[in-house]
């Protein structure tokens, strides 16, 4: 596919994402946050699930956390319209709860759907949930983080989530070592 099919095999999905009444956060949410960007990237950034301000929004990314993700992308001399951010859960759960495993396993065909369309070379995941969901339950990200994995045929490079960074500022330059492999 190139750029232009691929960006409307995109619409399509989130079109099909707008009609599910299936998925499990539907309901509570304000907007659907399918996630953004270059539909011909070459790096994909999964996060966790909308916040508060992406549920506002409808666009993944736009709150505290996302201004830090935006800074680690500017230091790594790209910009939000090189790469494409998706989250595994497309609906905020309510008071940002954790994401259950039947509520990522509801969700991840969607984003399964945005892989194949996309064809990323690396997958960056941020934190824990989209870790474990891309390389299985028993990694822990403070062992693993920075260190890309294969996955099929793509990279997979495991990172702190942008969000711990704001809890625990020792973490920024942790997340900023990390980010500047991923060109490598
Ligand atoms: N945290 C995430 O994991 N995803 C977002 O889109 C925003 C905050």
Excluded: C, W
């Excluded at 499990?24 to 699930?49: M, R, Y």
């Excluded at 409808?58 to 709150?63: A, E, L, S, T, W």
């Amino acid at each position: 596919m190139n750029k232009k099919e691929k960006q409307q095999a995109l619409d399509e999905l989130n079109a099909k994402i707008a009609a599910d009444t299936d998925l499990p956060l539907k309901v509570a949410a304000t907007n659907d946050v399918p996630g953004e960007g270059n539909p011909d990237a070459d790096i994909l950034f999964v996060g966790e699930a909308p916040g508060a301000k992406e549920d506002e929004l409808g666009r993944p990314f736009v709150g505290a956390a996302g201004k830090f993700l935006d800074e680690l992308i500017a230091s790594i001399g790209l910009s939000r319209e090189d790469i494409f951010i998706a989250n595994l859960i497309k609906h905020r759960p309510p008071n940002n709860r954790d994401p259950l495993p039947e509520e990522i396993a509801a969700y991840v065909p969607y984003l399964e759907r945005q892989i194949e369309i996309i064809e990323p070379k690396v997958i960056v995941t941020l934190g824990r949930y989209s870790l474990q969901y891309f390389l299985g339950d028993s990694l822990t990200i403070s062992k693993i983080h920075g260190q890309p994995k294969r996955r099929g045929g793509r990279v997979v490079m495991p990172m702190y989530h942008p969000a711990a960074a704001l809890y625990s500022g020792n973490l920024r330059p942790v997340l900023k070592e990390d980010f500047a492999k991923i060109l490598k």
